[in-house]
């Protein structure tokens, strides 16, 4: 099964920006779709995006314009940039397939932490 690790979280200002990356054991390439989610304290996980193997994006109203998700097959990772970011974006960042989110199986995650 393949292993997805999360990195690229820290702490930033509000505006300012961060990428994540999300490194896949194996290739990437032959898995369709693979997401992003958050969790905030006190709160359900929510997606924040989505690409596909064709390269279509999806976004939540929340994040749309200043979250983009990109993959790069050759590296097997996927990215998200975030920009403009706001303190209601602090959360734990995760990347996964919708396989593994129906098992209900997660990784470690990555912190954001964005201050006012």
């Known amino acids: 099964q393949v292993q997805l690790v999360e990195s690229g979280g820290g702490l930033v200002q509000v505006g300012g920006s961060l990428r994540l990356s999300c490194a896949a054991s194996?290739?990437?390439?032959?898995?369709?779709?693979i997401e992003w989610y958050r969790q905030a304290p006190g709160k359900q996980r929510e997606l924040v995006a989505r690409?596909?193997?064709?390269?279509?994006?999806t976004y939540p109203d929340s994040v749309k314009a200043r979250f983009t998700i990109s993959r790069d097959n050759a590296k097997n990772t996927v990215f998200l940039q975030m920009n403009n970011l706001r303190p209601d974006d602090t959360a734990v960042y995760y990347c996964?397939?919708?396989?593994?989110?129906?098992?209900?199986?997660w990784g470690q995650g990555t912190q954001v932490t964005v201050s006012s």
């Open positions: 194996g290739s990437l390439s032959s898995i369709p779709t």
């Open positions: 996964n397939t919708p396989t593994r989110r129906a098992a209900d199986y």
């Open positions: 690409i596909i193997w064709d390269g279509r994006t």
